[in-house]
């Protein structure tokens, strides 16, 4: 290991001494996205107080200013794709900041851990794994029907801000062509991504689970906390129908800003709304089916 590496390994080192007594759980809520991660952090973020007050540490968010309704830790993600390890470090003090004495689990959640997992430099994953030996750490990964997980995953890429580097976000792409971008399908290796966290983290350290639509109740259930969650939060992030994403794939073929896109969005919500009843929701055609049954790498729940 780089002394780089080592010299950050030892600052997170003194940072957690002074709870090794207190057999404090880290869980890494890694999405996957659309699978209800906006609604579970939604959630999560109202009920910080109450749950601070059950020993479970949901963090105060660094990036509010753009994620205000809901709160995650894409820092997490963003330090470890630049290998950032100064930032890395000061997210994670910022986070032992807010530990308290009765605290017992602490929750960082963002679906960006999935989406990136492929583009961390190894530097990156051997500072996680030092961290797993600081720290009790759980992955837990939610994975949906490989058919319904990358049809709405193509529709988030064609929504999303062009990104340099990014072969996929705003581009004016056919499910087809995206498919064959290397990228892009591999966010189908869900036994991939298990088994590097594993490989990372330790062999029992990753929870899988299958989406089966309310994974607010699951987590609670998981957490240990029986009451059934009141004020369910809504459904988010609303899936753009084939009219409307046809729309987006020719509003893609113009250099847009990402906060010009952000505001044609509130209008093509609209939109979509409208052409729901004209909308033919087929994006999907018989040989890419083919093709992304033999990508997948299904796992055993």
Not at 32 to 59: A, D, E, H
Not at 217 to 240: F, Y
Request: net charge neutral; aromatic share 10%; glycine share 4%.
């Amino acid at each position: 290991m780089e002394g780089l590496t080592i010299n950050f390994t030892k600052q997170l080192a003194d940072l957690l001494k002074p709870f090794e007594q207190q057999n404090i759980k880290l869980i890494i809520h890694a999405g996957t996205p659309k699978t209800g991660t906006t609604s579970l952090q939604t959630y999560l973020g109202k009920k910080q107080y109450k749950l601070r007050g059950k020993g479970i540490l949901y963090p105060h968010n660094l990036d509010k200013i753009h994620n205000p309704n809901a709160p995650k830790h894409q820092w997490f993600e963003k330090n470890l794709l630049t290998t950032n390890l100064e930032s890395f470090v000061e997210n994670v003090r910022n986070i032992i900041s807010q530990v308290k004495e009765h605290t017992h689990t602490i929750i960082l959640s963002s679906e960006g851990i999935y989406n990136y997992w492929w583009d961390f430099p190894e530097e990156s994953k051997a500072i996680l794994s030092e961290l797993s030996k600081l720290i009790v750490i759980e992955v837990w990964v939610w994975f949906r029907d490989p058919l319904e997980f990358i049809e709405s995953y193509y529709k988030q890429c064609i929504r999303n801000p062009q990104v340099a580097n990014n072969p996929c976000y705003g581009m004016d792409l056919s499910f087809a062509e995206m498919l064959d971008i290397e990228w892009f399908s591999k966010h189908l290796d869900y036994q991939g991504f298990v088994n590097e966290c594993q490989a990372v983290f330790g062999s029992n350290k990753v929870l899988v689970f299958k989406y089966e639509g309310d994974v607010v109740q699951e987590v609670i259930h998981r957490l240990g906390l029986a009451t059934p969650h009141d004020n369910p939060s809504p459904r988010q992030n609303k899936s753009l129908n084939s009219v409307s994403i046809k729309l987006l794939r020719t509003i893609n073929n113009y250099d847009i800003k990402a906060k010009d896109k952000d505001l044609l969005m509130t209008h093509l919500k609209e939109i979509n709304g409208l052409l729901d009843n004209y909308a033919n929701d087929t994006l999907i055609d018989e040989e890419s089916r083919q093709r992304v049954l033999k990508l997948s790498s299904l796992i055993q729940f």
